[in-house]
């Protein structure tokens, strides 16, 4: 051990302990709290901000409530960017819409403010609507619950979630978004937004309702951060949720004039914050497997540490829903590695404790669609390129005690309809790489720290944005 300890050790000690007493006051409060009622106060107001969103979107919320579904924003002058992701998939069509939002420095004294909305679709449709005016934008601090409205029809700017008859009435052009629901009409202009990649539709619309299947856990268990719970500090440039890993939806869109109607189509989530995106990753998603109770999340990514200027680290997870069951494969808990082409070609492995995990994707040389995201300097500018046409293979083994597979895969299936997407760069060749997540870091977010715990025993106005 150094005798010196490095600045990273020292300020993620420092966060570290501070969880740590954070939570022995949390223990202490519970059994005060045990004699006063004062959780169940708590629990009751939670419970009853859940049915009142339920009842705005009429769809019924299942609790796979994760944490971070809350608007991150503190109010802090720094770069800051939060984004979210909603994608549908279209039965029997084999094609998918996306949804992408983003709201960059809402206090809107940077040059590179900006409140966006892209709109991914069928054939590589695809739509922006952009505007320097980050007051139209709007999000609940601690529930999934957010909006904008580039146009209204009464003057008055939505700021909470509406019957889906008010929206209609009161929004010309605009979007709200829940767990539950999803309601939306935008046209395309790219006037405010960077970089030249021009709409190739007018306008899209939309109403659905969203009966979640997966959060990020267990079914029936409390949900997880995606990126553990130091996740809830300022510590990775930049910070990630899978919101939903696996819905059915049933509504409608319409894409310059042509509409689809669908009934539990699978459907998925998640959001990200900070002040950029990795400088490259990579990401397959996939709920349409032939296996229909299976969905799967993997990743890879260069990102930041403590806002230190050059401190990177390559980490990586593979994801599982299954029967019920989440499988966590992370830095953390097992060894994760990838060989990822600039384009067309995904292959990610992990084994752990338990498991062992690989997945292969591939995709034509004309499939991508150029997607804008969320720079450091150069605000919302086209980095990445996506495509919903992925054939995508899982393999699962099960492990015996001394690491071996136990004979043949315990699951074993295909899709030709998974999201494949790469980022950044620079990406001159294959990237291949295996997920080291650095010290202290890897030790501390293995110590059991319920964030969202600690958050929930305290009073309203001192609960951290987000959780």
């Not at 202490?28 to 107001?45: E, I, P």
């Not at 059915?248 to 319409?254: A, D, F, N, V």
Request: proline share 6%; aromatic share 10%.
């Amino acid at each position: 051990m150094p005798t010196t300890a490095s600045p990273c050790f020292l300020i993620v000690g420092h966060v570290c302990w501070q969880a740590h007493v954070c939570q022995q006051r949390r223990q202490q409060h519970h059994t005060k709290a045990s004699t006063f009622g004062r959780n169940s106060l708590k629990q009751q107001r939670a419970c009853s901000r859940r049915q009142a969103l339920s009842a705005a979107s009429g769809a019924s919320m299942t609790e796979v409530s994760t944490p971070h579904s809350g608007y991150h924003y503190n109010g802090a002058k720094r770069r800051f960017f939060e984004g979210w992701y909603f994608k549908v998939t279209l039965p029997g069509e084999g094609q998918s819409f996306a949804w992408m939002y983003s709201i960059e420095d809402p206090a809107g004294d940077s040059k590179l403010r900006g409140c966006g909305a892209q709109v991914m679709g069928p054939d590589k449709a695809y739509l922006v609507q952009h505007t320097d005016n980050t007051r139209i934008f709007w999000a609940d601090r601690h529930e999934l619950v957010l909006g904008a409205c580039f146009k209204g029809k009464t003057g008055a700017v939505p700021r909470q979630l509406l019957d889906g008859d008010r929206f209609t009435r009161t929004v010309e052009q605009g979007y709200q978004a829940a767990l539950t629901w999803h309601q939306g009409s935008l046209e395309s202009d790219d006037s405010s937004a960077a970089g030249n990649l021009p709409p190739t539709v007018k306008s899209v619309k939309w109403a659905y309702s969203t009966r979640p299947i997966y959060g990020w856990g267990d079914t029936g268990a409390e949900q997880k951060s995606t990126a553990g719970w130091l996740a809830a500090m300022p510590v990775f440039e930049p910070h990630w949720q899978v919101l939903m890993a696996h819905g059915l939806s049933t509504g409608w869109i319409e894409c310059d004039g042509k509409r689809y109607d669908f009934h539990d189509a699978p459907s998925y989530s998640e959001k990200n914050w900070g002040g950029r995106f990795p400088s490259k990753w990579w990401w397959v998603v996939c709920n349409t497997f032939n296996n229909p109770d299976v969905a799967l999340t993997t990743v890879g990514a260069r990102r930041g540490i403590l806002n230190i200027p050059g401190v990177e680290e390559d980490v990586g997870l593979i994801g599982i829903h299954w029967q019920g069951k989440f499988i966590e494969l992370v830095p953390w808990n097992a060894a994760v590695s990838w060989e990822i082409a600039p384009w067309g070609h995904w292959k990610a492995w992990a084994k752990g404790e338990s498991y062992e995990a690989c997945i292969e994707a591939t995709a034509g040389p004309d499939d991508g669609t150029v997607l804008r995201a969320p720079t450091e300097k150069q605000g919302l500018i086209p980095l990445c390129q996506d495509t919903f046409l992925g054939k995508v293979r899982l393999q699962l083994w099960r492990l015996d005690k001394h690491g071996q597979r136990e004979g043949d895969p315990v699951l074993d299936t295909s899709s030709t309809s998974g999201a494949l997407e790469t980022g950044g760069g620079p990406w001159p060749a294959t990237w291949k790489a295996q997920a080291k997540m650095q010290q202290p870091l890897k030790s501390i977010v293995q110590i059991p720290i319920d964030v969202r715990g600690i958050a929930e025993a305290l009073p309203g106005d001192l609960l951290p944005p987000g959780l």
